[in-house]
């Protein structure tokens, strides 16, 4: 039996570095019938002898296991994404802000790869979990689709506990070889890469992705100092070291803006050869010295920076001009035309916001015109080619009655309306908003779906997503609806109740409630009831949210219906509360400014504490700051902060508050 031990342990090393040689260094050891035999001679040994299987075996990663529904799964330290720019000027801005801090700062250029962000946890060498970003703070356990992926080590090199963050991405060649087996079944095809990388990690089969060709490549480690690196540069060499793909030869220095220039414009030259899809350059200062002094705002890390291509424009005819009506009743025009490749997807549509825009661009029915995605992502019209007129286009027209009910549209600013509350069009897109990832995120309610439902009467409005479990077996009975599906569905609906305050609040749909002024009420008030009493004049006193936001609050939850609404999810189990993710939130809301030079802290060491516990710090004292923190020698903030009967906090004093 040790020598059916030990042989299987050579074959797993054997498989392991052909591996390791062939998907992250692309440079084969064996051939692929060596490979081949050593497999099948792992798999026979396995199969005889189950019990000496080891769990970092290769054989894993042909998938086979099954999951009812996904894990969540708290991340131990946030994945931040990064603010984006878009041309040299706010690179220039960007330099200038580090420098400020960190005057001889250099940073680390990464290609910024077009798939999913994901964390890979291991215990003394061995991949424990993979999950995905999801909002940040919790994503979904997706170890069993990961452990499929031939670029992520199963087991490092080194017995280390570790935190290793990535992208989850498909290769050019992959995409199309996945697109060319879906075609063949007659399934819909991917429309990009990155939404192919997205579904496939997302199959409750792992033996689905592990047929879709996916790939990992490294980029970053929560907590370098851990492993004594100093540099994000060095970080990247230990990653390599210990087994993972890295972007290393494509990677750059930076130590000036010039630097910075020249290598974005020979990676651009580069992009359309690169095996895989990029869409940007990422930017980071590379001393983790310098990174802990920049830290972080509330949202992103101050340190880095994502630059995007500028986007791809593509001609097409435009064919028709649909309206559309939104959840708010907000009545907008769009582009119809071909099918027609736009960065890396097929587009058919695209928007043409308003009527203004309509106009100042003379917009006309069977007008060539340039399509391009905005920030790589929106698809609009760019431009008319008016040259190539030929007479039989259609003046561009607005529309006096909205599209699905007829009623009358009302002009505000720029914009038409459709008021009639209950216009169909209406319910439906805020049905479509309500259930979509990232307000109640309710799994197998998308957009169809939706539409489907209120069409059969089975949803006509929010709360009737609640009552669906009442249907069951009528919706059993339709076509395509098993009893998985549907037991899934339900099952994400009941889940969906427990979402925090915010969640609801962005899904209630509310003028000017988006997803960051949802999360700042939510964290100031903690309850729906304490927002229904507070008043408009209290609302505008909350950081970031002025008077049009606090109005339209009050509008909402002063309507009977609203409120009826509200009070039916209540009874139905849906939670109001603010549920935090943070360990402490007790100065969630509150606004400091420092002042003085500070004796026990860095000035950037103690605003990132206080952000860290909710609080957010800024330049200047307004009536609307909580305090302020003076050091030696304070200045005129020190003085219109008594001016104003603003609490004044030394550092000892700052130090009772935080602990």
């Given at each position: 039996?040790?020598n059916?031990k030990q042989?299987?342990?050579?074959l797993i090393?054997i498989?392991n570095?052909a591996?390791?040689e062939?998907?992250?260094?692309d440079?084969?050891?064996?051939?692929?019938?060596?490979?081949?035999?050593?497999?099948?001679?792992?798999?026979?040994?396995e199969?005889k002898y189950?019990?000496?299987k080891?769990?970092d075996?290769p054989?894993l990663?042909?998938?086979?296991q099954v999951?009812?529904?996904?894990e969540?799964?708290?991340?131990e330290?946030?994945i931040l994404s990064?603010?984006?720019i878009?041309?040299e000027?706010?690179?220039?801005?960007?330099?200038?802000r580090i420098?400020?801090?960190?005057?001889?700062?250099?940073?680390t250029?990464?290609?910024?790869?077009?798939?999913?962000?994901?964390?890979?946890?291991?215990?003394?060498?061995?991949?424990?979990r993979?999950?995905t970003?999801?909002?940040?703070v919790?994503?979904?356990?997706i170890?069993?689709?990961?452990?499929t992926?031939?670029?992520?080590?199963?087991r490092?090199?080194?017995?280390?506990?570790i935190?290793?963050?990535?992208?989850?991405?498909?290769?050019?060649k992959?995409?199309?070889?996945?697109?060319?087996?879906r075609?063949?079944?007659?399934?819909?095809?991917f429309a990009n890469?990155?939404?192919a990388?997205a579904?496939?990690v997302?199959q409750?089969?792992?033996?689905?992705?592990?047929?879709?060709g996916?790939?990992?490549?490294?980029?970053f480690?929560?907590?370098?100092d851990?492993?004594?690196i100093?540099?994000?540069?060095?970080?990247l060499?230990?990653?390599?070291e210990l087994g993972?793909k890295?972007?290393?030869?494509?990677n750059?220095?930076?130590?000036s803006?010039k630097?910075?220039?020249?290598?974005?414009?020979d990676?651009?030259?580069?992009?359309?050869d690169?095996p895989?899809?990029?869409?940007?350059v990422?930017?980071k200062v590379n001393?983790?010295n310098?990174?802990?002094k920049?830290?972080?705002t509330q949202r992103?890390?101050?340190w880095?920076i994502?630059?995007?291509?500028?986007?791809?424009?593509v001609?097409?005819t435009?064919?028709?001009?649909?309206?559309?009506?939104?959840?708010?009743?907000?009545?907008t025009?769009?582009?119809?035309?071909?099918?027609?490749?736009?960065?890396g997807?097929i587009?058919?549509?695209?928007?043409?916001?308003n009527?203004?825009?309509?106009v100042d661009k003379?917009?006309?029915?069977?007008?060539?015109?340039?399509?391009?995605?905005a920030?790589d992502?929106?698809?609009e019209?760019?431009?008319?080619?008016?040259?190539?007129?030929?007479g039989k286009?259609?003046?561009?027209k607005?529309?006096e009655n909205c599209?699905?009910?007829?009623?009358?549209?009302i002009?505000e600013?720029?914009n038409?309306?459709?008021?009639?509350?209950s216009?169909?069009?209406?319910?439906?897109?805020?049905?479509?908003?309500?259930?979509?990832r990232?307000?109640m995120n309710?799994?197998g309610?998308?957009e169809?779906?939706i539409?489907d439902f209120y069409?059969?009467g089975f949803i006509?409005?929010?709360?009737?997503i609640?009552?669906?479990?009442?249907h069951k077996?009528d919706?059993m009975?339709?076509e395509?609806?098993?009893?998985?599906?549907i037991n899934?569905?339900?099952?994400s609906?009941e889940n969906s109740?427990?979402?925090?305050?915010?969640?609801v609040?962005?899904a209630?749909?509310i003028?000017h409630?988006?997803k960051?002024?949802?999360k700042i009420l939510?964290k100031?008030?903690k309850?729906?009831?304490n927002l229904?009493k507070?008043?408009?004049?209290?609302?505008t006193?909350?950081?970031?949210?002025?008077?049009i936001?606090a109005?339209?609050v009050?509008q909402?939850?002063?309507?009977?219906d609203?409120?009826?609404l509200?009070?039916?999810?209540?009874?139905?189990?849906v939670n109001f509360e603010?549920?935090?993710?943070s360990?402490?939130d007790?100065l969630?809301?509150m606004?400091?400014?420092?002042t003085g030079?500070?004796e026990?802290y860095?000035?950037?060491e103690?605003?990132?504490i206080?952000?860290?516990l909710?609080?957010?710090v800024t330049?200047?004292?307004?009536?609307?700051?909580?305090?302020?923190?003076?050091?030696d020698k304070p200045?005129s903030k020190?003085?219109k902060?008594?001016?104003l009967?603003?609490?004044?906090?030394?550092e000892e004093?700052?130090?009772?508050l935080?602990n």
């Open positions: 039996m040790d059916i042989r299987m342990n050579e090393d498989i570095e591996s390791y062939y998907y992250v260094n440079n084969p050891s064996i051939t692929d019938q060596e490979y081949d035999d050593y497999y099948r001679e792992l798999l026979k040994l199969e189950p019990e000496l080891k769990e075996s054989t990663r042909v998938g086979g999951l009812d529904k996904f969540k799964v708290m991340h330290t946030p990064f603010d984006d878009f041309n000027d706010e690179i220039v801005s960007f330099d200038e420098r400020k801090t960190c005057p001889n700062a250099c940073y250029l990464e290609p910024k790869m077009d798939g999913l962000s994901g964390s890979l946890v291991y215990e003394k060498g061995v991949l424990v993979a999950a970003r999801g909002d940040g919790i994503g979904e356990n170890t069993h689709n990961v452990k992926i031939k670029s992520v080590p199963l490092l090199s080194k017995e280390i506990d935190e290793v963050r990535g992208e989850i991405y498909m290769s050019k992959s995409f199309l070889k996945c697109n060319e087996e075609k063949k079944n007659n399934e819909s095809l890469p990155r939404n990388a579904g496939s997302r409750l089969d792992s033996s689905v992705a592990s047929k879709r996916l790939d990992f490549m490294a980029y480690l929560p907590n370098p851990k492993y004594g100093k540099t994000q540069s060095e970080a060499d230990f990653l390599k993972f890295t972007n290393n030869k494509l750059g220095i930076a130590k803006v630097d910075i220039i020249n290598y974005i414009d990676l651009s030259k580069k992009r359309e690169l895989f899809e990029i869409d940007g990422v930017l001393s983790l310098d990174e802990e920049l830290g972080f992103v890390p101050r880095g994502a630059y995007k291509f500028p986007a791809v424009e001609l097409t435009l064919k028709e001009i649909r309206f559309t009506v939104g959840r708010t009743g907000k009545i025009p769009n582009a119809i035309f071909d099918p027609v490749h736009v960065a997807s587009v058919s549509k695209a928007t043409l916001h009527e203004d825009y309509c003379d917009v006309r029915v069977g007008d060539v015109i340039s399509i391009r995605k920030g992502v929106i698809p019209v760019v431009e008319v080619k008016k040259e190539r007129r030929t286009e259609t003046p561009f607005m529309i599209p699905m009910c007829g009623s009358k549209l002009k600013d720029a038409y309306f459709c008021k009639n509350e216009c169909p069009a209406r319910h439906i897109e805020g049905l479509i908003h309500f259930a979509s990232d307000t309710i799994d309610l998308g169809r779906i539409e069409n059969m006509k409005n929010i709360s009737d609640y009552l669906l479990k009442d077996e919706l009975a339709l395509g609806f098993g009893e998985k599906s899934n569905l339900l099952l609906i109740k427990q979402n925090s305050l915010e969640k609040l962005f209630l749909g003028r409630v988006g960051k002024t949802a939510a100031r008030y309850t729906i009831d229904i507070t008043t408009e004049e209290e609302l006193n909350v950081n970031d949210v002025g008077e936001i109005k339209s009050k909402y939850l002063n309507d009977y609203n409120l009826n509200i009070s039916k999810l209540k009874e139905l189990g603010y549920i935090s993710t360990l402490n007790k969630d809301g606004t400091f400014v420092l030079t500070l026990r860095r000035r950037e103690l605003t990132k206080l952000e860290d909710g609080a957010k330049s200047s004292v307004t009536k609307k700051t909580a305090g302020v923190i003076v050091g200045g020190y003085d902060a008594l001016k009967g603003i609490t004044i906090y030394k004093d700052i130090e009772k935080i």
